[in-house]
T-cell receptor, first 114, second 113 residues
Framework: AQKITQTQPGMFVQEKEAVTLDCTYDTSDPSYGLFWYKQPSSGEMIFLIYQGSYDQQNATEGRYSLNFQKARKSANLVISASQLGDSAMYFCAMREGQGGKLIFGQGTELSVKP | SAVISQKPSRDICQRGTSLTIQCQVD?????MFWYRQQPGQSLTLIATANQGSEATYESGFVIDKFPISRPNLTFSTLTVSNMSPEDSSIYLC??????????FGQGTRLTVV
């Protein structure tokens, strides 16, 4: 059965430094997609970045990059040059095949210190 | 990317009553999803709503408690019926028309008293 694991309930990072949020997954489907979302205290889910299982390159979107290690089944999010506004919950999610629905990890609460 | 308008953004409801949450998308989408996020928890899928067919519910969720309508390709509603304090959660709709995308509405923060 598919599963997403985020082992860091909370993380602290100094402003302007980089931070890595961990995500591991388990699936037997060779075709899958991995997503990262940011959820501020307002509750909305903000899409950050996507990585497909067949993508050769690691995904990047501005200050966000995804460190995709397929053999290790990990899809860690790297945020460079952290800003105070990056303080939020971050969720990793996976979609298998063409099914559409997402399975979410438990989330990591990131706090950026000035 | 799709723009999703979800309302209400928040509500406080009496136990035993029902609340209908609306989700409007600015483009036609095939698949719409409804998720629940209980306090301090992650998101859990309630059901998948496809136009022209009955919603498909996940284990632990039933149509009598969470009836869903999907009258067209841009709109869906989720009703939380006969509410109890345990239904206090954030409810989110999501759309996906490409495998590389999944966008969410702003969420409905429900408190049942």
């Amino acid at each position: 059965a598919q599963k997403i694991t985020q082992t860091q309930p909370g993380m602290f990072v100094q402003e302007k430094e980089a931070v890595t949020l961990d995500c591991t997954y388990d699936t037997s489907d060779p075709s899958y997609g991995l997503f990262w979302y940011k959820q501020p205290s307002s509750g909305e889910m903000i899409f950050l970045i996507y990585q497909g299982s067949y993508d050769q390159q690691n995904a990047t979107e501005g200050r966000y990059s995804l460190n995709f290690q397929k053999a290790r089944k990990s899809a860690n999010l790297v945020i460079s040059a952290s800003q105070l506004g990056d303080s939020a919950m971050y969720f990793c999610a996976m979609r298998e095949g063409q099914g559409g629905k997402l399975i979410f990890g438990q989330g990591t609460e990131l706090s950026v210190k000035p | 990317s799709a723009v999703i308008s979800q309302k209400p953004s928040r509500d406080i409801c009496q136990r035993g009553t029902s609340l209908t949450i609306q989700c409007q998308v600015d483009s036609q989408v095939t698949m719409m999803f409804w998720y629940r996020q209980q306090p301090g928890q992650s998101l859990t899928l309630i059901a998948t709503a496809n136009q022209g067919s009955e919603a498909t519910y996940e284990s632990g969720f039933v149509i009598d408690k969470f009836p869903i309508s999907r009258p067209n390709l841009t709109f869906s509603t989720l009703t939380v019926s006969n509410m109890s304090p345990e239904d206090s959660s954030i409810y989110l709709c999501s759309v996906s028309d490409k495998n590389t995308e999944a966008f969410f509405g702003q969420g409905t923060r429900l408190t049942v008293v």
